[in-house]
């Protein structure tokens, strides 16, 4: 018995020795835990277009992809696990999708010279590149989704927000405080009042915040939430009869998950986006031919297509294109992690490029330089419709108050700079 | 035949006083000893630093703090986590508030701080006991992370709330921030572990200690014989505190580097460390090290063997491990509600007599 299992642990280790050439990609994920809801459908989808590219393209210029999943359960310290028996595998790009983990990762992944997609979320001053060299948060940022959702309650109330009063629920951590100081700048140039309501982890717990809600009656509520929060508040929205049209929640609280527990009284309930939503997209077709139906989908495989499937697969989609680029640079198909870098410095995505790839218009145009790792900051708002069971986009893409917001970036990221003595990366 | 005493005559009084009075054994401490000291930081690189190695220096110190509170002076707290929050914030406090002074001071004056904070909350044991102080203590924990959130002094103001630890040398070499060698840090968390360890034991086999255990195994009593229960109940809240605070400015300055409270110190770790001394072993030194060991490396082992070699979904495995810590911690309070400590006894016992025992 002994015999036999050592043999198995030998013959497990060599199977799982690396392959003489392939791209790494992490994945820590998360399919435990009280934020596992959205762990799952953006693991999937960030995994199931990567076995697309394999089984499809034989992967990215004709080397393989290779998935590296750990689990996470959103919790800093396995995080840092998962980061340090990951990256000696010759890693390309973290994607934490976790603004804790986030923080953590940046000061050692521009040690190790490993660049990290935190795609709409984590440190937003990231988007300034002079200081975060190995941090990109294209194509959008929390700051642009806060000035996006006021544009959008601008453009319904003719532009004049005076007397409007705003009351943001938040995650009580780094990821929910991120839009406050932006919307507290958005408030003194605007005009409304803004009330702030914590919610502390997990997120259970909000009849106290609803009860405040009911009282006040604010004119509209914005939700920076996640995991198992998002669906009780729209549950506790339901039953004061908030009216749901006049509650958004940023792109993490705006699922197919965080709405179906609240049936019908969801209906109507608002969620901003950086890309689009729906499964009318023909990669789709592809990703059944070559992922579904041949059973090597991630997972149970039943999240495809759902907001945050979608997310994840586009996420892969620009780490793909990203490695692509990279290679066109330096000529080799065999890239390493610091020619990933360069190739996400230089990612340019057009619509004639996304068309190609089977996702026409799905997601913003943009192009990512030296100085600005954020992208152009497009946000959408999506709309729910629990008759049908879909997610629309309500209104299209649209530019955000960048004029407040790279102030803001400008400060927070000169501050990091002069704490941690960081030069020029661009000059 | 391992564990021979035949021949090791003790002369004088502090030779049979000793930790170690059996020769092998005192031989193998100072073995692991120079093996911790100049062997490790050679071999060590990042990963076996920052999972494995720092968690467990690290929990060590926070389990061998609790174990003084909860397994020698008996007072249950379940603070744990609210304590090594005040010495993680007291440590940013003093190293963006005094740069020029040595993270190594940083490190001290953080458990002195938590001492203090530690008493103030431990004042309630003198009238509650048992269940009803561990509820005192829980209020602890929610205060304080409550806190940690909420005054944004705590955390200098920062948009997100957290804290970042920022580069701190120890001659020259840098043992926080990203810079760091691994071997750095493993040598700076090393040093305050033997210390802690070495003064932990030298309490509970003195005066003080035996006050503590006088006062865990019946109080009354214990006031009778003339011990008086203030001084020995806030002594042990005081000790104990300046341990975990100790392990809490290690955990966010060298281990994380930024921290978030409400995530890194919130009940769960206060449950972590209790399980660690439950498992390792109440009322021993060597009970906080070994618990401290079993549960940073569980998880890791079964990683390795379930995710690496095996190659089963890590969903499954996340959840296989929740279920088998759950499970051990009820076989160990059935089987053995002594611990890991009491197993290392009994094997000890044994070996002494084999291979002839009675």
Redesign the interface.
């Known amino acids: 018995m002994k015999m036999k299992l050592a043999t198995m642990a030998v013959t497990a280790v060599m199977a799982a020795a690396p392959a003489m050439a392939d791209l790494v990609f992490p994945s820590l994920s998360y399919r435990t835990g009280p934020y596992a809801a959205g762990g799952i459908p953006f693991a999937d989808g960030y995994a199931d277009y990567f076995t697309l590219l394999n089984e499809r393209d034989g992967g990215i210029g004709g080397v393989p992809t290779r998935l590296l999943e750990c689990e996470t359960g959103y919790n800093t310290e396995k995080g840092v696990e998962c980061y340090e028996s990951t990256k000696g595998e010759g890693a390309l790009v973290y994607q934490p999708l976790s603004t804790g983990i986030t923080y953590q990762l940046i000061p050692k992944t521009t040690t190790d010279g490993i660049p990290m997609h935190t795609m709409g979320y984590g440190r937003t001053s990231a988007a300034n590149g002079e200081v975060f060299s190995h941090t990109f948060n294209y194509p959008g940022t929390y700051w642009n989704g806060a000035s996006g959702a006021i544009n959008y309650l601008l453009a319904e109330n003719d532009g004049d927000l005076n007397g409007h009063k705003v009351a943001l629920v938040y995650h009580n951590s780094a990821y929910g405080k991120e839009p406050i100081r932006t919307l507290e700048e958005l408030q003194k140039k605007h005009g409304f009042e803004l009330s702030l309501l914590p919610v502390d982890h997990p997120g259970q717990e909000q009849k106290s915040q609803w009860l405040q809600i009911r009282r006040e009656k604010p004119d509209t509520v914005l939700m920076w939430g996640w995991g198992v929060m998002n669906q009780v508040a729209i549950q506790e929205a339901a039953n004061i009869r908030f009216p749901m049209e006049n509650f958004i929640g940023i792109w993490w609280s705006g699922a197919e998950h965080d709405v179906l527990s609240a049936g019908d009284k969801a209906n109507g309930y608002k969620a901003l986006t950086f890309h689009n939503v729906g499964r009318d997209f023909p990669i789709f077709a592809d990703i059944q031919k070559h992922v579904v139906d041949t059973g090597k989908a991630a997972g149970a495989g039943d999240q495809v297509g759902n907001v945050l499937y979608n997310r994840g697969m586009y996420a892969a989609m620009l780490a793909a294109e990203a490695v692509k680029t990279a290679q066109e640079i330096h000529g080799v198909a065999d890239i390493n992690a610091a020619q990933m870098r360069d190739g996400m410095e230089a990612l340019s995505i057009t619509e004639e490029k996304m068309a190609g790839l089977g996702m026409p218009n799905f997601g913003p145009s943009f192009d990512v330089s030296c100085e600005n790792h954020g992208g152009p900051g497009l946000v959408g708002v999506t709309q729910w419709d629990a008759a049908s069971q879909t997610w629309s986009l309500i209104s299209d893409f649209a530019a955000t108050d960048m004029e407040v917001i790279g102030a803001l970036i400008a400060e927070d990221s000169g501050a990091y700079a002069a704490e941690n003595k960081i030069e020029n990366a661009c000059n | 035949m391992f564990y021979r005493e035949a021949g090791d005559f003790k002369t004088n009084y502090a030779a049979d006083n000793q930790t170690f009075p059996i020769k092998i054994d005192r031989k193998g401490y100072y073995l692991v000893l120079a093996f911790a000291f100049l062997v490790v930081p050679f071999l060590i690189n ?2 076996w630093a ?2 494995i190695l720092l ?1 467990f220096l690290i929990y060590s110190i926070a389990a061998i703090g609790l174990n003084i509170l909860v397994g020698y002076c008996g007072q249950v707290s379940l603070g744990t986590g609210g304590f090594m929050a005040v010495g993680a914030y007291a440590c940013y406090k003093f190293m963006t508030g005094f740069p020029e002074i040595n993270i190594f001071f940083h490190v001290l004056l953080s458990g002195g701080v938590t001492a203090f904070v530690c008493v103030l909350f431990g004042l309630p044991s003198l009238r509650i006991k048992g269940f009803y102080l561990a509820v005192a203590t829980l209020a602890a924990q929610f205060f304080l992370v409550w806190l940690f ?1 909420r005054v944004p002094w705590f955390y200098n103001y920062s ?4 804290i ?1 630890a ?2 701190r040398t120890v001659f020259g070499f840098p043992v926080t ?3 760091t060698e691994a071997w750095a840090a493993y040598l700076f968390c090393l040093v305050f572990l033997v210390l802690s360890a070495l003064i932990a034991r030298n309490l509970t086999r003195g005066m003080a200690g035996r006050k503590w255990m006088a006062i865990r195994d019946m109080d009354i009593a214990a006031e009778i014989i003339g011990v008086n229960p203030l001084k020995a109940k806030i002594s042990a809240f005081a000790v104990s505190g300046f341990f975990v605070g100790i392990s809490g400015a290690l955990f966010f300055a060298l ?6 409270v ?3 110190f ?1 009940i769960t770790k206060s449950f972590l460390v209790l399980f660690m001394i439950i498992i390792g072993g109440l009322g021993s030194i060597f009970g906080s090290f070994a618990g401290a060991a079993f549960l940073v490396l569980l ?2 082992v079964l ?1 390795v063997v379930g ?5 089963w ?3 499954i ?3 296989l491990q929740l279920v088998i810590v759950g499970g051990l911690i009820v076989v160990f309070l059935i089987l053995e509600p002594h611990g890991l400590a009491q197993l290392w006894r009994v094997t000890k016992q044994k070996l002494r007599l084999w291979p002839f025992p009675h």
Do not use: F, I, R
């Open positions: 990042d990963y920052n999972a968690p959130n948009a997100s709330g957290q970042n920022p580069e921030g990203p810079n281990y994380l580097g930024a921290v978030e409400g995530e890194v919130g998880p890791v990683k995710v690496d070699m095996l190659g979904p890590t969903d495995v996340a959840h």
